[in-house]
């Protein structure tokens, strides 16, 4: 079986102690050993996400505790404020305008972030609180562009729409702090920055969500935070939970933890400064600017010779020489990027060795490389 050097925006790989937890015996998903287990993440998790709020968690990717965010908190017809970066944010527009949702959009240019100063407008304007939430995307993984989620929630002053965040490729990667911010919702996956496999989704609710969902009229049945609150109480999940991802994750924030939290973001910001280091040194461009890079995804501009076609035969020439996996650039990016992933279960010899593949396979595709990207990443990651 072939190990990949997985560097794309997740999954992300698995540290070996973590997938071990995934071939322990199946338990019963309503007996002690599982109510155990889900009351241990629940506090570990409230650590990540730094919040006392309830922690939900739903058998799903992540785009489900997106739609389950929606559907229960809002009603048909109701207005929402969706600041959307790129496909990650348009997702949030699909979905609520699926429920029949009356949605207003803030959308930056691509590979810019969003600007807090355009939130407090719309705020400000409505004065008769029509705008029931306002959704934001914490790291928009589509175009590596990190959103100043801190100061956007500043902007709310005392209007009473909820803030619904998709920390999807942040949370465990990048700071959050869900209480101090004062986010209602936050939501993400097991399967990025949490250095698990993929199949488990967290969703933390605040008591303003809490209230919200009593009011909320959208349909819902798996996913009706009412009722997965009614089994949380007897520490169990309304459905059959994908039990195996439960072990994993347990372990996955154990080991994020034991690193420390701090220690944590510290190492992405400079993995992720080293890779775009390396990158610019072979005579590539960013995609974002760079005020918002991610320290977790980097994206990188097309630009001629290098196109949608060049980039195919990169990817292969990466996949099959060195066993390295990148991402193209999603739908209406696809033209526009490539992206590297560098979260969760990430060192330097990663970093390191993508960039030496990175530079080798863009060399045999033809491209004129300016620098080699090792001599500047190996300096930066050394001070980890
Ligand atoms: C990965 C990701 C998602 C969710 O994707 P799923 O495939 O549903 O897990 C949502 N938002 C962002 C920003 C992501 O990176």
Known sequence: ????????????????????????????HRGKEFALLITEIEE????????????LMLTSSG???????????????????????????????????????????IRPPLGEAADPQSVEEKLLADREHKIKAVFLTHNETSTG??????????????????????????????????????LDIVITASQKA??????????????NAWDACQNSRLPRYYWDFEAIRKN????????????????????SIELLLDEGLENVYQRHIVLGRAMR???????????????????TITAVKLSPPLDKDLLKSLRERLREDYGVEISEGQLYLADKLFRIGHLGYVGHKEILYTLYSLEKALRSVGYPVKDSPLQLAEEIVSGI
């Open 145 to 182: 562009v990190e959103n100043p989620i801190k100061d956007i929630s500043k902007t709310r002053k005392g209007h009473p729409a909820l803030f619904i965040v998709d920390s999807i490729s942040s949370l465990g990667a990048m700071e959050i702090k869900t209480d101090e911010w004062g």
């Open 1 to 28: 079986m072939k190990e990949y050097t997985l560097m794309i925006p997740g999954p992300t790989p698995v540290p070996a102690e973590v997938l071990r937890e995934t071939s322990r015996c199946m338990i019963d």
């Open 44 to 55: 570990l998790l409230k650590q990540v996400f730094q919040t006392d709020n309830d922690i």
């Open 63 to 105: 785009t489900g505790g997106m739609e389950a965010a929606i559907v229960n908190t809002l009603s048909p017809g109701d207005k929402v404020l969706v600041v959307s970066t790129g496909v990650f944010g348009d997702r949030f527009i699909d979905i609520a305008q699926n429920y029949g949702l009356e949605v207003d959009v």
């Open 232 to 251: 949380k109480q007897k520490k169990q999940t309304p459905f059959t939970p994908c039990i195996p991802i439960f072990f994993a994750v347990r372990k």
């Open 277 to 295: 280091a390396g990158i610019r040194a072979m005579g590539l461009e960013l995609f974002p600017r760079e005020y918002c890079v991610s320290p």
């Open 194 to 207: 949490l250095m698990a496999p993929p199949g488990l989704c967290f969703v933390s609710v605040s008591k």
